[in-house]
């Protein structure tokens, strides 16, 4: 079955390191996101990654892959209270002839000053 | 420009009211998705057509209709409402990629619909 896994909440100070865990069961992903949620607003992409790298990094983030032991990380350098917001990773899975994605618990980071 | 819409961005109705939520995508891409958001901010796909033609349907009361009248346009349809149906509804869209000869289809999202069932 198809499980995706994370802490519910994560404090830090402005200009600390964020990392926000995943775990998920489908060894068969062959991709995985991370998505970023404001209060009332919808999902905006941050960032993916494939299955067959370990690390991408893109400006303030860095995703790590652990595909052993199916851990996804997401981290975010000097983290500003603009941040804050639900963090959501998800994997992807062929379904039907379709792309199905299913997400995560979310991660509430809340930046405090 | 707004890649992804829906509308309304508000619902609140009865129950046992018919409702209609409405979802456009200007980025052509060939394949939407309804997602359900509720109250523990859990999300869970509902729905995904590729070209008009339903690819997914995960276990959705048969009250909940979705209609795709071209590649652009995904509605969501619901009859007889329950309290239960009160959540987020996201539309989100994507385009079937091809790279490293591995299929990759990143979904962006709309702004979701706030339904509220009383």
Avoid at chain 1, 26 to 42: H, I, N, R, V
Avoid at chain 2, 34 to 61: A, C, G, H, R
Wanted: net charge neutral.
């Amino acid at each position: 079955g198809e499980d995706v896994e994370q802490s519910l909440f994560l404090s830090v100070r402005e200009g600390d390191s964020s990392v926000i865990n995943c775990t998920y069961t489908d060894s068969s992903s062959t991709y995985l996101y991370w998505y970023k949620q404001e209060p009332g607003a919808g999902l905006q992409l941050l960032t993916y990654i494939f299955s067959n790298m370990d690390m991408k990094q893109d400006q303030r983030l860095t995703v790590l892959l652990n595909k052993k032991d199916k851990h996804l990380s997401l981290r975010i350098a000097d983290t500003q209270t603009g941040d804050s917001a639900i963090y959501f990773c998800a994997e992807s899975s062929l379904t039907g002839g379709g792309n199905k994605l299913t997400f995560g618990t979310g991660t509430q980071l809340k930046v405090e000053l | 420009d707004t890649a992804v819409s829906q509308t309304p961005k508000y619902l609140v109705t009865q129950m046992g009211n018919d409702k209609s939520i409405k979802c456009e995508q200007n980025l052509g891409h060939d394949t939407m998705y309804w997602y359900k958001q509720d109250s523990k901010k859990f999300l869970k796909i509902m729905f995904s057509y590729n070209n008009k033609e339903l690819i997914i349907n995960e276990t959705v009361p048969n009250r909940f209709s979705p209609k795709s009248p071209d590649k652009a346009h995904l509605n969501l349809h619901i009859n007889s409402l329950e309290l239960g149906d009160s959540a987020v509804y996201f539309c989100a869209s994507s385009q079937h990629l091809d790279r490293d000869r591995v299929r990759q289809e990143t979904q962006y999202f709309g702004p979701g619909t706030r339904l509220l069932v009383l």
